[in-house]
């Protein structure tokens, strides 16, 4: 059974660090790209970027380039979705999912969401 | 970048009634790439509809996908109590946009 686990929920204040993840399991984690998807409050999906964890090959939405940083380890079949400084606009839920198959291909597995909250 | 509009905003119908919700984009979309989710309170978003037309895995043949260019459509045929939910188009292709959605509440 293909499973995508993240971790769990985030509190942050502005301007801190943080790194959350997604664990693949049930199918070859390095054969399928994983992406990102953010929703804000009430709002929603937003496409940030996807990851080839085979590679590392990795695309970005244009309107998050350079907010965020999306990695993975293969070794451990899990991908992260990264901040350097968060902002109180980062508050969102995080889904990670995977794409069913080449890099176009849409989103069949999704996890079950991590909610980051960033307040001072 | 193709922009996905979605319309209604809100659709308010009864178990059983037929339910079309309609996705345009900005520019037209190979309908190899346009698909179809619902969303329900606290989960994650499922995908329904893939290559504009084509079910998912376990989909119900109550929910249709049709169109092409910039003109998309997804029908469910009779509503049932687990169908009100929220829904989403999405051109998979290069940059990948969600359209804003559309709920669909029990009127």
């Known amino acids: 059974e293909v499973q995508l686990v993240q971790s769990g929920a985030e509190v942050k204040k502005p301007g801190e660090s943080l790194k959350i993840s997604c664990k693949g399991s049930?199918?070859?984690?390095?054969?399928?790209?994983i992406g990102w998807v953010r929703q804000m409050p009430g709002k929603g999906l937003e496409w940030m970027g996807i990851?080839?964890?085979?590679?590392?090959?990795?695309r970005y939405s244009p309107s998050f380039q350079g907010q965020v940083t999306i990695s993975a380890d293969k070794s451990i079949s899990t991908a992260y979705l990264q901040w350097s400084s968060l902002k109180a606009s980062d508050t969102a839920m995080y889904y990670c999912a995977r794409r069913s198959g080449q890099l176009w291909s849409p989103f069949d597995y999704w996890g079950q969401g991590t909610l980051v909250t960033v307040s001072s | 970048e193709i922009v996905l509009t979605q319309s209604p905003g809100t659709l308010s119908l009864s178990p059983g009634e037929r339910a079309t919700l309609s996705c345009r984009a900005s520019q037209s979309v190979s309908s190899s790439y346009l698909a179809w989710y619902q969303q329900k309170p606290g989960q994650a978003p499922r995908l329904l509809i893939y290559?504009?037309?084509s079910r998912a895995t376990g989909i119900p043949d109550r929910f249709s996908g049709s169109g092409s260019g910039t003109d998309f459509t997804l029908t469910i045929s009779r509503l049932e109590p687990e169908d009100f939910a929220v829904y989403y188009c999405q051109q998979y292709g290069s940059s990948s946009p969600f359209g804003g959605g559309t709920k669909v509440e029990i009127k």
């Open positions: 290559g504009a037309s």
């Open positions: 990851i080839y964890p085979g590679d590392s090959d990795t």
């Open positions: 049930g199918y070859s984690f390095t054969s399928y790209w």
